[in-house]
């Protein structure tokens, strides 16, 4: 009985200590956390798949990363609800996912990205790289137009 009290204790004085650690660890960002938008997305493994994810590399506002081997499309943009300041203007009815994201594993202090990848070349070269049975990619759409116009 004694020792599951202690435990209760214990576990009281992390949460406080941690919470306080976080205040001072946001102190000075401009909330980072709350632009551009991560979306966990599935690795290409098909020509299909592959496709898709250049396809989504068209557009300036889109990146992907890898974090611990796995994939994120990455939209770049700022949260809504964000004010000039840096505050969240809905603090107490924020999202689960704004309350579960923690500063010490963050984009300013936590190491975010294994991979950026920001265009369809990059994306060619980093499957082409990572590739064991050496697969031959598609090109790019405007490389494939380059070469056509130069053949006319
Ligand atoms: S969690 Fe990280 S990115 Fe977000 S405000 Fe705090 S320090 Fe900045
Ligand atoms: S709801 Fe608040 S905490 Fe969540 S991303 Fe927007 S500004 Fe940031």
């Known amino acids: 009985m004694k020792m599951k009290k202690k435990t209760t204790v214990k576990k009281k004085k992390s949460k406080a200590s941690r919470s306080k650690k976080q205040k001072n660890l946001c102190d000075g960002c401009p909330a980072i956390c709350c632009h551009d938008l991560a979306m966990m997305i599935e690795k290409p493994k098909t020509f299909g798949d592959i496709d ?7 557009f300036d506002t889109v990146s992907i990363f890898i974090r611990s081997k796995k ?3 990455l939209i770049k943009g700022k949260c809504i609800y964000l004010s000039d300041d840096y505050k969240c203007t809905i603090y107490q009815d924020r999202p689960d996912r704004c309350r ?6 963050c984009e300013r202090h936590g190491h975010y990205h294994d991979v950026v990848i920001s265009t369809p070349d990059e994306l060619l070269d980093y499957l082409g790289k990572k590739n064991p049975l050496k697969m031959k990619f ?3 759409p405007h490389k494939a137009k ?3 116009i130069a053949c006319l």
Do not use: C, F, G
């Open 138 to 140: 598609p090109k790019p």
């Open 146 to 148: 380059a070469r056509k």
């Open 52 to 58: 898709t994810v250049s396809w989504y590399l068209h």
């Open 100 to 105: 579960r994201h923690h500063p010490d594993e």
């Open 71 to 73: 994939w994120y499309l």
